[in-house]
């Protein structure tokens, strides 16, 4: 009876195994399906959406009936819009891989501590036509970028950006220095430790 259990069970085995690549391709048709519902139905929710406006994989667009997208949008993954002050995207603008557009900020002037979720101060955003917005870039309440303009990767945007402007975050420099005696020290127990935990490791193979 064992024998026959094992038969079958292997059997069964090799059919799942020769399975799993069509079901792998379904799955991805299906997430492939799923999500373009998801995005039509966000195109819906908006305030506006132009012609070919498309969404690259996972979007968040908070408050989707306080924005609007012109013609030919490109939104890569992993974007939040938070549309609470209004969001205003101009045509042919592309926006790179986990941006995040607020529009609403905490009043720190209310009268609560910590900052009460429901006190907030709406600031619209705008961004023109032909905009370029690299990847990481973090645009704040209030703001204005102007037509062709260029947002270097990273950037954090605090400021209005003038038509055809090319900006970005200031380059790196050297606020300060960790103390040399601690992390020598921290460095040194470190590769003792690893050195132990490598012998302990031949001692076990070796047995």
Do not use: C
């Not at 498309?54 to 408050?63: A, P, S, W």
């Not at 790179?96 to 429901?118: C, D, K, M, R």
């Amino acid at each position: 009876m064992k024998q026959i259990k094992n038969k079958i069970t292997n059997k069964l085995d090799r059919i799942l195994v020769s399975l799993i690549p069509h079901i792998v391709k379904w799955q991805e048709y299906l997430q492939t399906k799923i999500r373009e519902y998801k995005h039509q139905e966000l195109k819906r929710q908006l305030k506006f959406a132009g012609s070919r406006v498309r969404f690259k994989q996972d979007i968040r667009i908070d408050h989707p009936q306080n924005v609007s997208l012109g013609n030919k949008v490109y939104i890569g993954p992993n974007v939040l819009l938070d549309g609470r002050g209004g969001i205003a995207i101009g045509d042919n603008t592309t926006i790179g891989f986990n941006v995040a557009i607020l529009s609403a900020n905490h009043n720190y002037q209310s009268n609560a501590l910590p900052y009460e979720h429901a006190v907030y101060i709406h600031k619209p955003v705008a961004i023109g036509r032909n905009v370029w917005i690299g990847a990481n870039v973090l645009i704040v309440p209030g703001i204005t970028i102007g037509d062709g303009a260029i947002i270097a990767a990273g950037t954090v945007v605090t400021a209005n950006v003038e038509p055809l402007a090319i900006v970005g975050s200031q380059p790196n420099r050297i606020i300060k220095y960790r103390d040399k005696e601690h992390y020598e020290k921290l460095a040194n127990e470190q590769i003792q430790h690893n050195s132990e935990v490598r012998s302990q490791n031949s001692e076990v193979k070796q047995a």
